[in-house]
């Protein structure tokens, strides 16, 4: 099994991307063994702000459809999302823009576990809930989603870890109902 994790966000320090690793290793460790898991970094994907003028100029760029195949590729992805003024930080959106030119419906088929994580109390639910409630236009399978709020009290960094043992089992539960759903599709 394919799993494609990453952040939406392109902070080099980014919790999200934190969070969305470890979800990626419990994966990995505690529930399929044999799962293959890449982490891709937005950074690698970075771009000019779409444009029509833009892409009648010179086209889609080829990070947008290096990031398409690699969706393409998965049998699951799990994405992380920052929360920036209630939505999608720029980085994600400008990816997806771009990604959507190839084909509106990227994420189509793939089961897909939605995570989010703020410093505050709101855990990036404003994003996570307009992501989880607009990626199924997009053919994105959403078989659930995970809410981290107050980043660090409930996540070590040292260890990059869950502290909660709650949060912990909750984030192993809806990780394995997600490879559960991808094996029955299989
Ligand atoms: C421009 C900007 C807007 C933000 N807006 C929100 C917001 O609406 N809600 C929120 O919970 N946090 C907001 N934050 C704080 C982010 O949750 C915080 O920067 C977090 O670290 C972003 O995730 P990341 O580290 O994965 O990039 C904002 C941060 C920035 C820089």
Redesign the pocket.
Known sequence: MNILSF?A???R?????QLVSHASLMLAEQIDTEARVETIDLNDYEMPIYSVDRENETGIPAMAHRFFNKVREADLVLI?F??????Y?AAYKNLYDWASRIDMRVYEGKPMLLLA????P???R??LKSAAESLPHFGADVRGTFSLER?HDNFDHDEQRLVDPNLKAELIQKLSELTKSQQAAA
């Not at 994580?117 to 505050?120: A, D, K, V």
């Open positions: 952040a966000s392109n902070s320090q980014s919790i999200n991307k992380s920052a929360e920036h003024n209630g939505s930080s994580t703020s410093p505050g709101g855990g990036a404003n994003v980043f």
